[in-house]
């Protein structure tokens, strides 16, 4: 079959992504931020970090429903095994991270005692008993997972980054809006060995 | 040597590592690592176990002896004037709480002119909830949380006199005349005899947003139906150990003890962002409602001691005032909830008194 190779994530995806890609910096902002001051910025920061992690946690689920619906762009056929499976385990590493984090700050707040309060009048029912070593348990993991998020964050703005800018291989276009042909069109600049016979060949394909 | 597309990639390579340096520095810049000092909830749970004589883990790093309460709070419908909480329609809504005594001891004598205090929570039947910790006097030694933490290590009780250094107090005092005022307020007031004769105190002052919009300053106490009477200063040292507790448990297996819970609104010039000063003169006052004791229990037993009495969780109709104590309060109960969550709970002296096999959960 000869149909037009996939170039880009479904449209809503890329859309959700880069909504959560905003949100989720915030949001790992607004949580070292918090925690590190026993000032004014401590209570309205909190305020904003449950309601924004749970909007994070429904973006997350839907964005999992349609990645799984829609798939992904193949990556580049010249892109070396170990890249392939870092940028596999760093996906679903972040997937996990985008989900997980939400869950256990509101399994936290359950086993801590406290109402799951997105605002004064709304809350969540607790999803875990109250028990003060499992809040301990969770309460860590809540930071230590935030920091090993945001370093994963930051390999994958990299990584993307390396992808739209040295390589040139259409990868970082694959979550953008802008038109990923212009990308390919640099086929006879000799230097571009991501632009190589092969690499061209499974454009076609597919 | 020359490989045109490693010069290439030079120029874009460093953006992108300067862009992931600049990502990382603002984020340590956000989390304290980087730039200014700033107070964190760590440095006044650190300053609460230094004065306590080092950390005593399983337990509060502030009024670390403390004794569960149940019972009900009675609303009138009176506070609905003030406040459009729930909590103030006429109703009876279940109360759980904590009576406790200053410190970070969880074994220390009762026999101190410290804090006695009371943490409440009242919950209403749409879930939500107003957690307040109260003590027995209407103000504070201190404005800010920096000369909270500050006092704690100026007021470090030497273990060889079991005072603290004069020398330290006094370079305290010289920069914070509030400080003086309230201990010369400490020295005069009555010291209550019982956890059930002791009016308690909001210290701040708190937003009630009333159903029609209109917000104003209130802060709030509940005033006993019992007489008020003082212990003996001079004879603390004499005191039992456990003597307010043992009266308590005795007096709650008699009856219950009531207090009326008073809303006290702000005058206009009257202050409302720092808890060391009082407010003096008339007040227009609203009688909400009736607090009723109905059963005391040791920490073990009860379901106080997991529970973090953190005074800016509140419901709707009632919000923080601009007292910097209130955020710093929240933070510093957190971190102390988070630290002591981590510890296997220790023994409550109560539990001690009553022979009462400590359960861990």
New interface residues.
Partial sequence: MTAPARTHFSPVLRLIHWAMALLVLIM??IG??M?????????SL?ALHRPVGIAILGLALLRLAIRLKTGAPPLPRDLPAPQRLAAKASHLFLYAAMIGMPLIGWGMLSA????V?LS??V?LPPILP????L??LL??SHTVIALAF?ALI?VH??AA??HG??RRDGVMQSMTFGDARHERSAINDP?D?SLRPERIAILKID | MTD??RR??LA??T???A??LT??A??AW???VIGPK????G??ADALEYNGGGPHPGYRRAHAKGLCLDGTFVANGAGSQLSSAKVFRPGSYPVIGRFSVAGGNPLATDGRNVFHAVGLILRTP????WRTAMDHTPIFPVAD?QSFADLQYASWPDPKTGKPDPAKMKVFIAHHPETKAFQDYMMKALLPSSFANATYYSISAFRFTDGQGRTRFVRWQIVPDAQMMGLNKKALDSLPRDYLFREMIARTARGPSRWQLQLVVANAGDVTDKATVAWTGPHRTIDAGVLTVARVQPEEKGQCR???FDP?????GIA?S?D?L???R???YSTS??R???EA?GHSAAAQDLGVKATV?
């Fill in positions: 790992l902002f070292v931020g925690v590190s001051t026993t000032g004014e910025a401590y209570v909190l801590g005692g406290y109402r309060a004064k009048s809350a109250h028990d003060l070593p809040y301990a309460r860590t945001f930051l703005l990299a980054l390396t800018m040295i230097d060995t | 045109p597309n290439k990639s874009p390579a953006f992108i590592a862009l992931v990502i990382v603002a984020f956000t989390a304290g700033r107070q964190s909830g440095d006044v749409d879930g939500q909830e949380p997991d529970l973090n800016t969780i509140l419901p709707s923080i601009d910097p209130l955020p710093a929240s933070k510093a909830f988070r002591r969550a981590g709970p959960k």
